[in-house]
């Protein structure tokens, strides 16, 4: 137990970081083995440790934590980013970690942790005592990457949860981007959206500006799609119709 108080403070920590604070690989090994078999820490994945509290024998540290805590570099991003500011629409038990650290998608404790490759240029703040991207980076990283994460309907009712958007940052996160398709689904969301979210005439002028000029599908494999002409895209008939389905074809699995 000598050290189990200064791994309380750090709340989880890495084989490596131990190793540092007790000076001898041997010494952490044991630390290690014993503290396992004591139940005072357990296994996240290899070589990385949550501690164990004494009181409620459960991890001191919550899922976001666990996630953000993993590398000195790392941050939550996507739906995880949405539930760590209160604006996800459900718990996901999964856990959207960028880093540039590679690593293989793992569980502990019901939750799966993914990696997301690290951008450069992406908008991350410390939002209590976790690293995570910005309420508008997080917009736009979930509107470009609906289909691999959280799916369109999940996308828009966090949305709908967000009291508010920086429009000049939501324009650095698509400059930063630089991809006319998002530029198309950004534009198209937000002017369905627009009861919602009052962007300026100006937002919406840019999102046509450097929208691509091809014509695409905002969703692979619409059954049924209406041709928005500004913004050159299929779509659903409207987004409160593909929302009031309910579970639909279009769901990412969370």
Known sequence: MK???????????????LIKLVKKPSTAN??????????LIEKVKRDYYVVISLETKQPILSRYQIGAYMYPDAYLTHHSAFEVYGYGSQVFYECFVATDKRFTDFEYN???YHRV??????????????RVTSVEQTVVDSIRDFEKIAGLEEVIRCLLLVPGLNEKKMIECLEKNNNGFLYQKCGYIFE?????????????????????????YLIKDLRESVYQERWRLYTPSSLNSLINKGVSDYDAIG
Do not use: W
């Open 192 to 216: 369905e959206l627009s009861k919602e979210f009052h962007l300026s005439s100006a937002f919406f002028e840019e999102c046509e500006k450097k929208a691509s000029g091809a014509k695409r």
């Open 3 to 17: 050290h189990y108080e200064d791994l309380v403070a750090r709340g989880c920590f890495s084989r490596d970081e």
């Open 110 to 112: 019901g939750v799966l």
């Open 30 to 39: 044991n630390i290690i083995y014993n503290y396992q078999k004591k139940g």
């Open 117 to 130: 490759p690290k951008k450069t240029d992406t908008d991350v703040i410390m939002h209590g005592n976790i």
